[in-house]
């Protein structure tokens, strides 16, 4: 299970479908999930928080979220989210592939709007509150986007895009400096990106510290320094964290006994598997299980 499995465990479409790249779904947490582990995608994504407060970061810039506020993720930034303390949050997903809306080099809005805007070229606010400038023009776009995949009528997807284009002018138009709120350089960017990459697709597998060195071609040394400097905690930490999120996923969306969720998650120990889950969610995984069903 990767982290788009994951993220749509409910769903057995993809993130989008080939003739009209855009789809939209609503997620929980916790009742879906207590986090979405750190990732980043090709689809430029939204999340509009419909109830309740959590948090949400991109590219380690992490806001507290709540009712009202709109996301704006760009194709490749990395972005989590995470259950607040005695808080629970819905949430609309909505995912786009940016071919949906771009043109050839001869299309000037292309060129010189759309492509500058999603390599962060452009200003674009990431965190979109009620007090934002154009916000209730933002939220209105969307709101008429939903309404539209509800119902479809014959053509719907014209006004889909036509809102779109709407939606992306109030960005670009209501910004007037380039946005510094990134905390992370591009270079050190890419190799985060392929280190949880890498993560992401062999969880299930041992994978060393000294692995992780020659996928990311810095000594062992280096690599540690890297990672801890930039995510705050040790890889062997996120490793194991990142693994008891697919774990108690899989609790509740499988039969697999206890013992196969963690050998199917990277723990060939069940004891040390049973004592991290229950540091982490203050319940064995049994209990975690019956709690969830």
Known sequence: MNITEYQNYHETKS??????PYN?????IPLDF?????????????IVIKKGQGYVSVNFQTEAAAAGDIIFILPGQLHS???RAGCTMEYENILFKPGL????????C???FLQPLLRAERAALTFITPSSAAYADLAGCISHIDDLCAA??????????GYLFQFFFLLISSQTNRDSTSTIKTKSLEKLKTILKYVEEHYADAITIEDMAAVTY???????????????MGFTEYLNDYRLSMASRLLVTSGYSVLEVAARTGFDNLSYFNRLFKRKYGQTPGEYRKAAV
Not at 34 to 46: F, G, K, R, Y
Not at 218 to 232: A, D, N, P, Q, V
């Open 101 to 108: 809306l771009l043109a050839d080099s001869s299309d000037l």
């Open 15 to 20: 993130h989008t479908n080939a003739d009209f």
């Open 110 to 112: 292309t060129v010189q």
């Open 152 to 161: 479809r009528p014959d053509g719907y997807q014209l006004a889909v895009k």
């Open 24 to 28: 939209t779904y609503l997620c929980s």
């Open 34 to 46: 207590i986090q979405v582990p750190l990732h980043w995608h090709e689809e430029i994504e939204l």
């Open 81 to 83: 989210i995470e259950q």
């Open 218 to 232: 810095y000594s062992k040394s280096h690599f540690m320094k890297f990672f801890k400097s930039h995510m705050g």
